[in-house]
């Protein structure tokens, strides 16, 4: 059985998106594997957040596409950061950790 | 223009791509994961089901992946439009009807427009031309008139409160020598500042200075764009020739650019600069253009205007006393006469109905349409399709039918347009500048979304009122019985049939005007007489006897040439204006008082004028070759002026004199009335004529008209009649030669040409109109065809199904009916400035387009009405 999974935060997975381009360039399928294994399972993308997200991304300019050739010789689309992808990458990542460490702190005074 | 099926092509394109590169990318994603399945050991078939489950509802996420595109409005509009024009090329014929019938609505509003637009809504090429105006004076007669120099030079002086300028200018026209032929050429007579106040440059040189008028200064001229690519080839080097005019030089100091710099006097080739002699001139010959300070209004400019027009009342009361007033007007209204305008809007409106009536039967088909896919639509809303989406769909079909009505529209604008510039260039001023611009497109533009608007809410907005359940359960048959959608078809016709019935009512008292108008006796030959103008310059020929000698040998040797009948000149001709008046006093009368000695116009003519002329000698005799003041100064005048003057007495032998110093003259002739500016006007004026040798001027005619009574073709003696001329004198031009036929045809062609369009667009409507009555029946035939076969199965007669139709199809047309003449009331009202001998509430006219179009609307009833009475009840039970 899986580990259950984490429910998302709303933002949140472009964020995680942005994270997993970071890495290199990647189809929409390997985008959302990768997810997984960053997290260790224990997020789990669903295909219909997953592809409308990187239609959005896309259509922000943070991501840009291109048709290329898979790991087993398929022919799949490509997503790639863009550099204003990257910039919001840094954005994103830095107000998650002030969001998280604020959320910590006041978890640890309940 | 662009090529739709292109852009469509390439749209549809776009559109293909995006989802089959989507489609291609999910399978990829569904294929990788059930690859990941068969590793972990499922069976392949396993596998892929299992990924598929995983994967979810494929359309719900296309969906979502559409809209997060972005682009989901455009793709949506773009499925809408696929959607649309495969629903209307599924049916080829109707929507053929309907585009043609768009087309032709906003081909007719886009042509009329584009002609409203060149001539009211084009700015003047002056600068700020909203602070131009046009300063005139008034009289209760005339309306605005031009004005006297010391008016002028009083205004400039004392308006600097009001105006940045004030400039005067008259239009002339010289012979223009030299050259390989002698021209005539129109002039504008300018003050040095005109061209700063008007606010145009030269394209190069440079305009008018004060120096320009100082005395003894070296006389210049500025040239029109065209003279000067004519004369010069468009060299540069014209700058500092000579230009002979009238027989003396003048120096070329400017080129105006190419053009409208002229529009303030129709067509100036020339300008020149305003010599201090000409304002020394005591009659009312200037034209005023002024400029309005930043800030000031056109009533403070009239107010400033009329007080200094009020001192000069006190110091000039013969001149300037009541009635003369003082207009101050935009200077637009000087070009565009208000007749024009009327004319031009009036057409704007007559073309606004005809789009009505395409409208309504648009929306009449649409909403046929609509009711036999009520099925379809109620399927789709069933399957979850909001109201708005249903209703957006068929707007965008509705919007579709309408751009590309609109596209053919605007080709046929640009055909109608050049059809129009063709059949009359002169009727309207400014006309020359019509074309397809950017105005244009964008008022064709909005007109598609207003139409598509217009014809496509309605049956929409029903559309999707209905009852999913009835529609449903009722199958095929019960199409078009959801409420509303009869009442409507009638009130779409009600409406067409009136706005068909107010143009056909207008169209039917445009041409009953124009008949009259034609059918007002010229009084003078239209069938062979030719014209021509010959202008001497005052500098060579300098003495009476030159200038009488001259004209004597012109019209003897044109009076020699083979095919010429009669010979003869006049000062002024009908149909061209000029002329002058002259004070008379009748021998025996009371000496009216100062001021109020009635003025007469004065023609100067040689003996064989009336002759040649056609016209017809009343009483008494012609002139001589021999009349002098001994002879006893021999005059004659028209009819209207022996009413006047002479009323019930035999004014042959009577005497008259322009002024109490001058001599007797005695009247020899009566000449009979004939049309003399125009044939509308419904005022003929007292004209008086002087015999060419013997003149109240002593030093005459300079300028004069040959008139040549042809054997045959009168326009054949134009090149000899030129040829005889140079003989005489090589140095002069033969100008604005025409038969009296063209003068006449001028004369009417404003007429005609509103007469034309008007009779054209009400032709459309009606015809238009009743294609709508005839769909509407036909299709309520189709629909009823059941009920019918019923009828006449239970015994109902062929009078009876015909009572049944028509009756029904004829009520919302009598209801246009009645809507259409108090409409048609409305519209004539504003065109009766443009009739001349009918009312604009012509009771026989009214009742004869109200006759003709019920006429045409029955017959429309009749043709679907006859075909129901065939309709076999047999038949039409079985369907059941």
């Known amino acids: 059985m899986p580990k259950p999974s984490a429910k998302l935060l709303q933002g949140t997975l472009d964020m995680l998106i942005l994270k997993a381009l970071s890495l290199g360039p990647m189809h929409g399928f390997g985008v959302g594997q990768r997810i997984v294994q960053m997290s260790e399972d224990a997020l789990r993308v669903e295909e219909g957040s997953l592809y409308p997200a990187l239609y959005r991304i896309e259509q922000q300019g943070w991501i840009e596409s291109e048709w290329g050739l898979s790991e087993n010789n398929q022919r799949a689309k490509f997503y790639r950061l863009t550099r204003a992808g990257r910039r919001q990458l840094g954005v994103e990542e830095e107000n998650w950790e002030r969001l998280a460490s604020a959320v910590a702190k006041v978890l640890q005074t309940a | ?880």
């Not at chain 2, 994603?29 to 392949?44: C, F, I, L, Q, Y």
């Not at chain 2, 809007?345 to 009711?371: E, M, Y």
Request: proline fraction near 5%.
């Open chain 2, 1 to 880: 223009m662009f090529d739709l099926r292109l852009v469509g092509a390439r749209l549809r394109g776009l559109l293909r791509r995006v989802e089959r590169e989507m489609d291609e990318e999910l399978r990829f994603h569904v294929e990788m994961r059930a690859a990941e399945n068969v590793r972990r050991g499922m069976s392949p078939e396993e596998a892929r089901r299992a990924a598929l489950r995983q994967f979810g509802s494929l359309v719900r996420i296309k969906e979502a992946c559409r809209d997060a595109r972005g682009g989901g409005m455009f793709d949506t509009l773009l499925r809408d439009l696929r959607y649309a024009a495969r629903t209307l090329s599924r049916r080829p014929g109707a929507t053929l009807v309907i585009l043609v019938t768009l087309a032709l609505g906003t081909g007719a509003n886009a042509a009329i427009f584009s002609v409203v637009n060149a001539v009211l809504l084009r700015p003047l090429p002056f600068s700020d031309p909203d602070r131009l105006v046009a300063l005139r004076e008034t009289l209760p007669d005339e309306g605005a008139i031009p004005v006297g120099y010391r008016t002028f030079a009083e205004w400039r002086a004392q308006c600097g409160a009001a105006f940045d300028g004030v400039a005067a200018f008259f239009d002339t026209a010289y012979n223009l020598e030299g050259g390989e032929e002698p021209e005539r050429v129109t002039a504008m007579v300018v003050t040095p500042d005109y061209f700063d106040v008007v606010g145009v440059r030269p394209l190069f040189g440079r305009a008018f200075a004060a120096e320009d008028i100082r005395d003894g200064a070296p006389r210049v001229a500025v040239i029109e764009h065209g003279l000067w690519q004519r004369r010069f080839g468009g060299s540069p080097a014209a700058l500092g020739q000579k230009l002979r005019l009238d027989s003396v030089d003048y120096e070329i100091v400017g080129v105006m650019p190419p053009g409208e710099a002229h529009e303030l006097s129709g067509w100036a080739g020339i300008w020149v600069p305003m010599a201090p002699r000409w304002l020394t001139n005591p009659f009312r010959y200037l034209w005023v253009v002024a400029r309005l300070r930043e800030g000031v209004t056109i009533e403070q400019a009239r107010s400033e205007v009329e007080r200094v027009m009020a001192a000069l009342r006190q110091t000039y009361p013969d001149t300037h006393g009541k009635p003369y007033g003082t207009a101050v007007d935009v200077l637009e209204e000087r070009v565009v006469p208000r007749q024009a305008r009327t004319a031009l809007l009036v057409l704007l409106g007559v073309v606004g109905c005809v789009l009505l009536v395409a409208c309504a039967n648009v929306a009449n088909l649409q909403l046929a349409r609509a009711a036999s896919r009520e099925r379809e639509i109620a399927v789709r809303a069933a399957l979850g399709a909001s109201r708005a989406r249903v209703a957006r769909q068929l707007l965008t079909e509705s919007l579709l039918l309408s751009f590309l009505g609109a596209c053919g529209g605007l080709a046929l604008a640009h055909a109608g347009v050049k059809l129009l510039l063709t059949a009359n260039p002169e009727a309207v001023p400014r006309l020359e500048g019509t074309g397809l611009d950017a105005r244009v497109f964008a008022f064709a533009l909005a007109l598609a979304a207003l139409t598509g608007l217009l014809f496509g809410t309605a049956p929409a907005v029903l559309a999707t009122r209905v009852d999913l359940n009835a529609a449903l359960k009722e199958g095929a048959r019960g199409a078009g019985s959801a409420p509303g959608h009869g009442r409507l078809r009638g009130l779409l016709i009600t409406a067409q049939v009136a706005a068909a019935l107010a143009l056909l009512t207008c169209s039917g008292l445009m041409l009953r005007s124009h008949l009259r108008l034609s059918a007002v006796p010229a009084g003078f030959d239209t069938e062979r007489v030719l014209t021509a103008e010959i202008d001497l310059p005052s500098r060579r020929y300098d003495t009476r006897e030159r200038r009488v000698g001259f004209f004597r040998e012109m019209v003897e040797r044109a009076r020699a040439l083979p095919g010429v009948e009669v010979a003869a000149a006049a000062q002024s001709i009908p149909m061209r204006g000029g002329g002058s008046v002259d004070p008379v006093i009748v021998e025996g009368r009371p000496l009216p008082p100062r001021g109020q000695i009635p003025f007469v116009r004065q023609n100067i003519v040689t003996p064989d004028y009336f002759r040649a002329m056609g016209m017809r000698l009343v009483s008494g005799r012609s002139f001589t070759e021999q009349e002098t003041w001994e002879t006893g100064g021999a005059i004659m005048v028209n009819e209207t002026f022996v009413r006047k003057f002479f009323p019930g007495e035999d004014p042959l032998g009577r005497r008259i004199k322009l002024a109490e110093e001058k001599p007797w003259m005695t009247v020899v002739g009566v000449v009979a009335d004939h049309a003399q500016d125009s044939f509308d006007s419904e005022k003929t004026f007292e004209e008086m004529f002087f015999p060419y040798t013997n003149t109240s001027d002593p030093l005459p005619i300079t300028f004069m008209t040959l008139v040549l009574r042809a054997q045959g073709d009168p326009a054949r003696l134009a090149v000899p009649l030129r040829a005889e001329l140079r003989r005489v004198d090589a140095g002069l031009p033969l100008s604005r030669v025409a038969t009296t036929r063209e003068l006449a045809d001028r004369a009417l062609a404003a007429s005609r040409f509103q007469t034309m369009l008007t009779s054209l667009f009400a032709a459309l409507a009606l015809v238009l109109a009743s294609v709508g009555v005839y769909g509407v029946v036909s299709y309520t035939v189709a629909q009823r065809a059941h009920e019918i076969g019923v009828r006449v199965a239970l015994g109902a007669r062929t009078r009876d199904v015909l009572r049944l139709v028509v009756g029904q199809g004829m009520r919302p047309v009598l209801a246009g009916v009645v809507v259409g003449l108090a409409a048609a009331y409305a519209l004539t009202r504003l065109a009766e400035g443009l009739l001349f001998g009918v009312s604009a509430t012509d009771p026989a006219t009214f009742a004869a387009t109200a006759a003709l179009l019920s006429a045409v609307a029955l017959a429309a009833c009749l043709v679907p009405a006859l075909r129901a009475t065939r309709v076999d009840p047999a038949a039409a039970l079985r369907q059941e």
